[in-house]
């Protein structure tokens, strides 16, 4: 099946940087890629959908310049969390859409667990 | 995506069948039903999709109704690595602007 890699999957840094995740579709094209978030026993949480070539679309309550979205090819998003502090620790994992059949597919990164100091 | 409702949390014994509903009302028309497993600290993993009445696969199946409103993913003979979350999506994940999960099912598989 398809593959999505994401990188790191894991990161610890001090509060006050930035950290930057990358999601990459291996073996196909991505025009649409969604970037969760997900705290301990919940459930996934949409933060953004990201369009190739365009500006992403975030959900209401995630803070654009805190959670920058980059899609700049059709096998690349990345996502950066800006100024990290230790409420922004949490599990971060990212979707590929795949349009090839009678319906599309999702497929999952690995996550990138964020662990800030 | 319409709204999908599932049980929080279900236990089962290795070797038995377990069967998780999911109930979905408000389903449309070019709506699918797909169903994903995750352990922990990893991404969710395609288990099966259907439309209407039975899909199966290796793994699993699903069954659903003519109506369309509900939906049960059914795993033969769990074993304790079947000990996961389950969700169940139903829209069009070609179309949709958001793919937006429920709070899934927590199974736990005992010896």
């Known amino acids: 099946g398809a593959v999505v890699s994401q990188h790191p999957s894991r990161v610890i840094c001090k509060s006050g940087t930035s950290v930057k995740i990358e999601c990459r579709s291996l073996?196909?094209?991505?025009?649409?890629m969604f970037w969760y978030r997900q705290f301990p026993k919940q459930s996934l949480m949409l933060m953004a959908t990201?369009?190739?070539?365009?500006?992403?679309?975030?959900e209401q309550g995630v803070e654009k310049d805190k959670f920058l979205i980059n899609h700049a090819s059709l096998t690349l998003s990345t996502l950066t969390v800006t100024s990290a502090h230790p409420e922004d620790s949490s599990f971060y994992i990212c979707?590929?859409?795949?349009?090839?059949?009678?319906?599309?597919?999702?497929?999952f990164g690995e996550g990138s667990r964020l662990t800030v100091l | 995506l319409a709204k999908t409702t599932q049980p929080i949390s279900m236990d089962s014994y290795e070797g038995q069948e377990v069967n998780i509903t999911c109930s979905h009302n408000n389903i449309a028309t070019n709506d699918y039903i797909t169903w994903y497993q995750q352990f922990p600290s990893q991404g969710p993993r395609f288990i099966i999709q259907?439309?209407?009445t039975k899909v199966t696969n290796e793994v699993a199946s699903l069954f659903i109704p003519a109506d369309r409103k509900s939906s049960t993913l059914s795993l033969p003979r769990v074993s304790l690595s079947d000990t996961a979350v389950y969700y169940c999506l139903v829209g069009d994940i070609d179309r949709d602007d958001k793919i937006i999960f429920g709070k899934g099912t927590r199974l736990h598989i005992l010896p």
């Open positions: 990201s369009n190739e070539g365009s500006k992403a679309t975030y």
């Open positions: 979707s590929a859409r795949w349009r090839g059949g009678r319906t599309g597919e999702l497929f």
């Open positions: 259907g439309y209407k």
């Open positions: 073996d196909f094209q991505a025009t649409t």
